[in-house]
């Protein structure tokens, strides 16, 4: 954990309250990194010449890879505003949707809006929900969907 950042626990997170991340401009190295990492060389993501009379025109960045930068990014939206979420535990995904393609050279944000919280049986955590979306250059909403955490209390530090 870095000092400059303060933790933001359970307790300090609000329904409505939403983040936006610091943006990200999309490569072809997250592409290519992310198709050996999978074991995932479609063309559609790594063949700049067939995908040229494709239906996206060129090729489009792994749809799991806006998802996973996602998790990246969110973790940067709470620092942007006040500290850094104390998570102890990714829990899921609920109906992520796979709106528009993200291209090369795209730059994305992430917008995280606190929907739900609850606290479990255990003093030291709770539960919550979160919807996200993956907004490009142009503001365009490209996925979005809810996650789950499980987010330290205060009492726990």
């Known amino acids: 954990m870095s000092a400059d950042f303060p933790r933001v626990y359970f307790d300090d997170l609000v329904p409505g309250e939403e983040f936006t991340s610091l943006a990200r401009t999309i490569t072809e190295a997250d592409i290519v990194n992310l198709a050996g990492v999978m074991g995932w060389y479609d063309p559609l993501h ?5 995908t040229k009379a494709g ?3 060129g090729r489009v960045a792994q749809g799991l890879l806006g998802l996973v930068l996602s998790n990246g990014l969110s973790n940067g939206c709470i620092p942007s505003h006040r500290g850094i979420a104390a998570i102890v535990a990714f829990l899921g995904i609920a109906e992520w949707s796979f709106r528009a393609p993200i291209r090369i050279g795209d ?3 992430i917008v995280t809006r606190v929907v739900e919280k609850r606290p479990t049986t255990s003093p030291d955590r709770g539960i919550v929900v979160f919807e ?11 996925q979005d969907g809810r996650k789950t955490y499980l987010i330290a209390t205060s009492s726990s530090s």
């Open 132 to 142: 996200q979306a993956v907004v490009n250059q142009d503001g365009r909403t490209v």
């Open 55 to 57: 239906p996206f025109g």
């Open 46 to 50: 790594t063949d700049a010449e067939s």
């Open 107 to 109: 730059t994305i944000r």
